[in-house]
């Protein structure tokens, strides 16, 4: 069974901070992915890696960087938190074609 | 890029009744379709997907049709259960596995008993 994990299930943080979320998958997948959930907005792709160091930006990457040190994590970093980024935050891991998703982090910035 | 659109955004069904869920995408070279399910404060679970080489693919009582020269696809579930409730999205692929998927708004289905 896939596993994927986030290192907290909520967050909150203040205007300005960096915030750093981690993602962790046991199934050595070369894929990992960062999503953001927004009601009304369904999922929106931020940034993707499809292997140790690559990094590719999504369709929202302002800002975020990614960092993949490690194939089997990939970390989302907020350089400087702003309110307009609370929202849900899920990672994903792929092998081939369905990605597989963990539980999500609710980041509230204040 | 990709643009996808799913419809309806709210689907209240009888239970017992069939669901049908639809989405339209814009790129012609999207070749993978996949379908999730969403329960209140839970983790987006893939229940099935369709490539572009297929026609319809069938499990249990959900089905996916895809049409790629209109270019829409359909999630089918029949014989609803007050379990099926949950918000459903449908997401589109367009280039090899490692590239991330572009997903519509999401339709939250509501099973009446």
């Known amino acids: 069974d896939v596993k994927v994990t986030q290192s907290s299930r909520y967050l909150v943080k203040r205007t300005g901070e960096k915030v750093f979320l981690e993602c962790v998958q046991d199934?050595?997948?070369?894929?990992m992915f960062w999503y953001r959930q927004d009601p009304g907005l369904g999922l929106r792709l931020i940034y993707f890696?499809?292997?140790?160091?690559?990094?590719e930006k999504g369709d929202i990457p302002e800002g975020y960087s990614v960092s993949r040190e490690k194939k089997e994590r990939f970390s989302l970093i907020l350089e400087s938190a702003s309110t307009n980024q609370t929202s849900m935050y899920l990672c994903?891991?792929?092998?081939?074609?369905?990605?597989?998703f963990g539980p999500g982090t609710r980041l509230t910035v204040l | 890029g990709e643009n996808v659109e799913q419809h309806p955004s709210t689907l209240s069904v009888q239970e017992g009744d069939s669901a049908v869920i639809k989405c339209t995408y814009s790129?012609?070279?999207?070749?993978?379709f996949p379908w999730y399910k969403q329960e209140l404060g839970k983790r987006p679970q893939l229940i099935i997907d369709?490539?572009?080489?297929?026609g319809e693919k069938k499990d249990q009582r959900i089905a996916v049709t895809l049409n790629k020269t209109a270019k829409h696809f359909s999630l089918h579930i029949t014989e609803t259960q007050p379990e099926d409730s949950a918000v459903y999205f449908c997401?589109?692929?367009?280039?090899?596995?490692?590239?991330?998927?572009?997903f519509g708004k999401g339709t939250h289905l509501i099973i009446q008993p």
């Open positions: 199934m050595d997948h070369e894929n």
């Open positions: 994903a891991s792929s092998f081939e074609w369905g990605q597989y």
């Open positions: 369709i490539r572009s080489n297929v």
């Open positions: 997401a589109v692929h367009q280039g090899g596995g490692a590239d991330g998927l572009t």
């Open positions: 890696s499809y292997d140790v160091k690559m990094k």
């Open positions: 790129d012609s070279a999207s070749n993978y």
